[in-house]
């Protein structure tokens, strides 16, 4: 499936366009083959490359498309001639009477010597190769859907662990700060102990005498 783009033609773009659409002119092909090819190549739709083609590119190629036309009929009537010649030579070595079996049973030839089962043959081919197509594009796309479904849980888990190291984060700064004020209230303590150990050793001493008066301890 080809890409949706919506940014501009380029120059190198309109000559894809030009080379693959005068080649499927001149092989015979038709230009919606040729704008497939170039949407693939450039990453576009194939209607975006007809509307490309018809508005403004062909007009800048007529002469090639006259030339890529005239080389078509060429090779139509080169194939003709051949397939002519290959009938009357075999009609020279075969008898007259057995030309038709050699064709394959049911066969029928076209004007350019193509054969009807050849071109049922062909369809078939290309139905297998559409159903194989699509049965790689569903395996892809239920394969995006998982890597998809995969990246919102990884993303739900990475925003919860998030959160959890938030967690963390804070209640670590809260409890270096609690350790913290608890350092600073055992130093205040040790200090006020030591002050009053201070205050009680200079405190002076009294004792009373035999008369009742206090007396002073040195």
């Not at 080379?19 to 497939?36: C, D, N, P």
């Not at 739709?45 to 590119?57: H, M």
Request: proline fraction near 1%; include cysteine; charged fraction near 35%.
């Amino acid at each position: 499936m080809s890409a949706i783009r919506q940014d501009a033609w380029t120059d190198e773009d309109d000559l894809i366009l030009a080379e693959v659409t005068l080649r499927h002119i001149r092989e015979g092909s038709t230009q919606l083959m040729a704008f497939e090819e170039v949407g693939e190549r450039i990453g576009r739709t194939a209607a975006a490359c007809g509307f490309r083609w018809n508005s403004f590119v062909r007009k800048k190629y007529e002469a090639a498309i006259q030339i890529a036309k005239a080389q078509r009929q060429k090779r139509s009537h080169g194939k003709k001639t051949a397939s002519a010649v290959t009938v009357q030579a075999l009609s020279t070595v075969l008898p007259q009477e057995t030309p038709e079996p050699m064709l394959g049973k049911g066969e029928e030839y076209g004007e350019e010597g193509i054969s009807i089962d050849s071109v049922i043959r062909y369809l078939r081919h290309l139905k297998g190769a559409f159903q194989e197509l699509t049965r790689q594009t569903k395996l892809l796309e239920r394969e995006v859907i998982m890597n998809r479904e995969e990246l919102r849980r990884l993303r739900d888990e990475n925003e919860r662990l998030g959160k959890q190291v938030n967690h963390a984060e804070t209640d670590y700064r809260v409890v270096n700060d609690d350790y913290k004020a608890l350092l600073q209230i055992m130093d205040r303590a040790r200090k006020l102990a030591f002050l009053t150990e201070e205050d009680e050793e200079s405190k002076s001493r009294f004792k009373m005498d035999a008369n009742g008066n206090l007396e002073r301890i040195e």
